[in-house]
């Protein structure tokens, strides 16, 4: 099992649970589905909500959230050879969260822009939404007009 990055043997007995050879007293009831556990792990009670993933579970508990791998042992010896796959950084973009008309873009090509300054605004379901800039930067190019109609993920604008 991993949390986050971090690796952890878990071995469940009928007997016992053990964590990286350590024996953890653990009481619980469970069925599959339930998405709150009430659990008493070495004497200190805990609840976490628990929701399942691809890879294992996302589990939050006293404000956290955290990703937990489960995979069966003669797969987890594997899972090391996997190449991780990293997002394409799309801070630079503009992208229309939603399909709608563009009503108004609030600058031009070579215009300065701060990180929360309003860009764009939107219109969706006769309500107006205002995109604004996740970063400090230049506008490189606008792709879009005001009054046209924009898909999903549609580029509004570059930055630089």
Not at 119 to 148: D, F, Q
């Amino acid at each position: 099992m991993t949390i986050g990055k971090a690796p952890y043997e878990v071995v469940i007995d009928e007997d016992m649970v053990t964590v990286n050879g350590a024996e953890v007293e653990l009481a619980l009831e469970y069925t599959p589905g339930d998405r709150f556990i009430e659990a008493e792990v070495d004497d200190e009670d805990v609840t976490v909500k628990i929701e399942t993933t691809r890879v294992g579970f996302r589990m939050t508990t006293r404000g956290a959230i955290h990703q937990v791998g489960c995979l069966p042992t003669r797969v987890a010896s594997l899972s090391q050879h996997m190449i991780e796959k990293i997002p394409p950084d799309l801070s630079r973009f503009l992208i229309c969260p939603m399909p709608g008309l563009l009503v108004s873009l609030h600058v031009g090509e070579g215009d300065k822009v701060e990180a929360g300054q309003p860009l764009a605004v939107v219109e969706a379901m006769k309500m107006e939404n205002i995109l604004r800039a996740e970063k400090t930067g230049v506008v490189k190019s606008l792709n879009a007009k005001a009054g046209e109609s924009l898909a999903v993920d549609a580029i509004i604008l570059e930055l630089e």
